[in-house]
């Protein structure tokens, strides 16, 4: 956390240092100044070549950066204010309340870079950061916090050190993980909502899990049937399909294989609709 925070702000004001000296000075704009052209300053100063996405930038700096603070995310939201489809879906919801991006959205690691990676860590950073700094008598911050608190189960921070997956840094532990991911639940809740108890924050797999066989009988324990098992679908179309006519729904295993649910135990492959 500390280390973070400190690398946080040495990047800070290196790049407040460095930009208001060097780079955005009196030449910001592009002008030929001295012995150097604006092209040639930038290029030296440059510290990579941007993303492929962000390429066509490559001769304007200061649609990323300001003299003072650096890269900036209100100069990364001033392009991606519209991204619809990512404010709409559960996990990216988020953007529409961290004020920083760079953590996530590394640039200048040259062309073929794609500059996208899920930092949990840094995430919960960066809304402790925020909510720490927060003014609660302005309503726009008060609504804002609220939805930090969201994702962020801060109660669990208290002297009880959470049940969570060894591979998760302490920090990111904190992230309510369900409101972010309860759409992907293939258990459907059926093992709670605290996936990190089993998960980690980098693959969903366990490599260390076994299924049990197909021979055994507590199905049930772990998976639940999907709701058309209890309507009249279950007793016409499902028991006849798997030739159980007597089955009970409970009785999984008497029609289903564990290789997927459309397998079913002496027919085969079936898919209804
Ligand atoms: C001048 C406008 C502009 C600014 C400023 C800008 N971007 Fe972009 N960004 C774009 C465009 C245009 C694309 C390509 C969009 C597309 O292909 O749909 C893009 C693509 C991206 C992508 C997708 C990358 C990929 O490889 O698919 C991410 C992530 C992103 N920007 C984040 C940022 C962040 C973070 C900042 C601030 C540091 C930023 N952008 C600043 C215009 C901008
Ligand atoms: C904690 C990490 C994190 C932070 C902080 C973060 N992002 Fe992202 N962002 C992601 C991830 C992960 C994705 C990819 C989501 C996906 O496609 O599943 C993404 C996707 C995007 C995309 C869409 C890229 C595409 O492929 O179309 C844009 C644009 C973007 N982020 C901009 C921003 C901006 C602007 C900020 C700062 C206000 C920001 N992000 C902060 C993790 C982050
Ligand atoms: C698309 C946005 C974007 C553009 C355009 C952009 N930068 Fe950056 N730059 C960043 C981000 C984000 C960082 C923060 C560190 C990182 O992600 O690597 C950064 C960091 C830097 C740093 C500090 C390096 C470090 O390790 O802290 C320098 C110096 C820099 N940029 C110079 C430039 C120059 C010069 C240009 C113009 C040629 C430029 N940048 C154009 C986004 C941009
Ligand atoms: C604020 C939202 C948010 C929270 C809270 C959150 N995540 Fe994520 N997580 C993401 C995003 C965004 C991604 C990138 C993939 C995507 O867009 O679906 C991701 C990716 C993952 C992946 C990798 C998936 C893959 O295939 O790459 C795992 C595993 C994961 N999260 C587990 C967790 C666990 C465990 C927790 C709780 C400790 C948690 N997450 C909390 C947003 C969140
Ligand atoms: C009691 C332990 C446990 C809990 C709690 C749990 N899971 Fe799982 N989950 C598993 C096991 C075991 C697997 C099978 C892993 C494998 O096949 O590698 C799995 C598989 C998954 C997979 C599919 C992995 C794949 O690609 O095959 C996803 C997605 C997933 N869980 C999401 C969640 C989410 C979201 C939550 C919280 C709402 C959650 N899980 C809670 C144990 C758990
Ligand atoms: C100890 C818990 C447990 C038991 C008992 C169990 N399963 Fe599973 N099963 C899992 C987990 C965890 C997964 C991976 C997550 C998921 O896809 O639901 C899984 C995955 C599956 C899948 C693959 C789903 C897919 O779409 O990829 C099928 C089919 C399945 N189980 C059937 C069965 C059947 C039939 C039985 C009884 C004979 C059974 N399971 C018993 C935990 C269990
Ligand atoms: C009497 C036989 C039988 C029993 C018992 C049974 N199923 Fe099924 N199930 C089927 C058949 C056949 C299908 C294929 C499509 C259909 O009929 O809807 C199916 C489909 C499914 C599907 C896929 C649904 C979809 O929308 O793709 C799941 C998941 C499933 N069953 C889970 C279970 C679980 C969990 C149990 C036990 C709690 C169970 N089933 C008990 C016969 C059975």
Not at 11 to 29: L, N, P
Not at 46 to 52: E, F, R, V
Not at 162 to 190: G, W
Not at 243 to 266: L, M, Y
Request: aromatic share 8%; net charge negative.
């Amino acid at each position: 956390m500390s280390i973070q925070r400190a690398f946080l702000v040495a990047a800070a004001i290196f790049i407040a240092v460095a930009a208001g000296f060097y780079f955005f000075g009196d030449h910001a704009g592009g002008q030929p100044s001295g012995l150097l052209s604006a092209t040639a300053w930038q290029r030296m100063a440059s510290p990579g070549a941007l993303s492929q996405a962000h390429a066509f930038l490559e001769h304007d700096c200061a649609a990323c950066h300001t003299s003072v603070q650096g890269a900036t995310a209100t100069k990364c939201v001033a392009c991606h204010a519209n991204e619809t489809a990512l404010l709409q879906r559960q996990p990216t919801a988020f953007h529409g309340n961290v004020a920083s991006c760079q953590e996530c959205h590394v640039e200048h690691q040259g062309l073929h870079n794609h500059p996208i990676a899920m930092d949990h860590s840094a995430l919960a950073e960066i809304g402790f950061h925020q909510l720490a700094q927060s003014d609660s008598d302005d309503g726009v911050n008060r609504m804002v916090s609220r939805q930090l608190l969201d994702w962020i189960a801060q109660h669990k921070t208290a002297d009880v050190e959470p049940d969570h997956h060894i591979s998760i840094k302490p920090n990111a532990a904190v992230l309510d993980c369900a409101r972010c991911h309860a759409t992907i639940d293939p258990h459907r809740e059926l093992f709670g909502n605290d996936c990190a108890q089993c998960h980690g924050v980098k693959n969903w797999t366990i490599p260390e899990f076994r299924h049990p066989s197909a021979s055994s009988t507590n199905c049930m324990h772990c998976h639940q049937a999907p709701p058309s098992h209890y309507m009249m679908h279950f007793k016409m179309i499902s028991a006849k399909v798997a030739r159980q006519p007597s089955a009970d729904v409970t009785e999984c295993f008497k029609c289903h294989q564990t290789t997927s649910w459309n397998d079913i135990k002496g027919i085969g492959w079936y898919k209804h609709h």
